[in-house]
Every structure is written in C-alpha cells, then in structure tokens.
C-alpha cells in the first residue's frame, strides 16, 4: 500500500495540492461548506491513481484544496461506504492520503438517524465515542503495522480538546449540538424496529453508514479527529414511517448551515 500512497501523493501534489493543516470529510448530502472555501484545485476521484474508484466504477465525489477561514483544508466531497461494496481499506484510503499531505487535524461529518428520541432531525449531534458493527476493522490486513499502530487505542477516538472547542462555539452561536455514541451499520437497507430497539439498547444514540473506519484510522494514523452527526430521521421503532431517502437527504440540507458555521469558527480558532 504504501507505494500506492507515495504516488497518490505525487499525482495529488503535481495537481497543485499544497501542504494542507486541516482535512475535512463531507458526508451524504453536505456539500454547503463547499462555499465557504476558497478552492485552488480539484480533482474527481475518478481521476486520482490508487483511489478505490480510478478503475471500477464512476463515484460523484472529489478532492478539493483550497482556504477555510484563513487555513489551508483539504475536503473530500462525498466518501465511499462499505455498502458501495468497497472494503474498508479502501474507504480509509484517502485518510491515509491526507494524513499524508500533512493535515494535523481531521474533521467528519455524516447524516446519520437519531435513536436517542431526545434528538430531533435537524439537529447536530457531536460524536463522543462509537459502536463498530460493520463486522470488520480497517486494520485487519498484512502489513498494517508498517503504516501505522496496528492496536490502535480507541479510549478517546475523538479529542476531548476540540470536542471542547466545539461545544464552546456551539453556546456561543446559539447551535443545538447534542453528545452521543454513534453507531456504524453496513447498510444500505435501514433498520428494523428490532434493530432500532436492539441499537437503543447496546448504547447508542445516532446510526448510520459511515464515519467509524475513517475514525480508526485516523487514531492509527495519531491524528486527531472529531466528528459531527447531522441528524435527518428519528428512529422511534414504535411510530415508524417508511424510509425516504429524498427527505432524509433534503432534511441533511436543512441543518447543514450550522455545521458549516461551526467547523468554519473552529478551523479559525485551531
Ligand atoms: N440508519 C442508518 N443510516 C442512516 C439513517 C438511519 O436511520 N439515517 C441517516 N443515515
């Protein structure tokens, strides 16, 4: 792998790639912050040597390079899912890459469901800690040790410090920004009222389809990492509505506004 990242890198920096501080990952339906950025180059995935997509499939997302509030970023405009039927190397693969070029600090995002009936859709939910029940690690493969801590420590996946930071700017500009587990699902089919029921009971407070490989590996990469739930449905598995992605995708639309005014001010204020 590590050869395949050397000249992703190259590719990435002849592009125009500079030496970026923060990287950032857009989930399903967040492509708002997009705005805010100052791009200076981007590439579509399709286009990248090495990434998951270059010689399988088309995917919509890309790289972008650019300024967020005074702070060179990288973004990744759309991430690939297990469910996608991409393994879990391949949806870390550009973790790596970033890391790579130099980011110091990652910062996800995703749509996910709220299981804790306290939290409303529309809502944001900062991630304090997660349940993997994608069935596999990022990290199960030969030679990951070369790369990175193969045991990798998983007490405090998301840094206390910027959590902090992020609660802050959230009182100060009058964001709702509850704290929760996070559970990762393989997908892409939703849940069943037993599995809603099932997931309240293991712990959790918010599901979805992403988010936790990139996460570990981020912590076997030792690079700090926080993330940010936008909740789009609530999963109340005694009132339950048929699923309909459009609504969930245009509700991720809604609440995308205060995340972008959040990860703006905390990029200022890292
Ligand atoms: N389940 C899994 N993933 C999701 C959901 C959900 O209810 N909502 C948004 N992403």
Do not use: W
Not at 28 to 47: K, R
Not at 243 to 269: H, R, T
């Amino acid at each position: 792998m590590k050869e395949h990242l050397n000249k992703t890198v190259q590719f990435l920096k002849e592009r125009g790639f500079g030496t970026p501080e923060v990287g950032i990952i857009l989930g399903t339906g967040l492509g708002q912050l997009t705005e805010a950025i100052e791009i200076e180059v981007e590439v579509s995935y399709n286009h990248i040597p090495y990434f998951p997509t270059a010689t399988v499939e088309f995917h919509q997302g890309k790289f972008l390079f650019g300024t967020l509030s005074g702070k060179k970023v990288v973004v990744m405009q759309g991430r690939f899912h297990v469910y996608e039927g991409y393994s879990m190397q391949d949806v870390t693969y550009p973790v790596r890459i970033m890391e790579q070029l130099g980011i110091k600090t990652l910062l996800v995002s995703n749509a996910a469901g709220a299981i804790n009936l306290n939290f409303k859709k529309g809502e944001l939910m900062l991630i304090d800690d997660h349940i993997n029940l994608q069935g596999t690690s990022p990290l199960a493969f030969k030679g990951v040790s070369q790369l990175g801590e193969r045991f990798a420590d998983m007490s405090a996946p998301y840094d206390l410090t910027i959590n902090k930071k992020l609660k802050t700017i959230a009182k100060e500009k009058g964001i709702k920004l509850h704290e929760g587990v996070y559970v990762s699902v393989v997908g892409p089919q939703l849940e069943t009222r037993a599995e809603y029921r099932m997931l309240k009971i293991i712990g959790a407070d918010a599901v979805g389809m992403s988010t936790v490989p990139e996460v570990i590996v981020a912590k076997h990469l030792n690079l700090p990492v926080v993330a940010v739930s936008v909740l789009t449905d609530e999963c109340d598995p005694d009132n339950l509505a048929p699923v309909n992605i459009k609504e969930i995708i245009a509700m991720a639309a809604k609440a995308e506004p205060q995340l972008v005014k959040l990860f703006s001010q905390l990029i200022k204020d890292l």
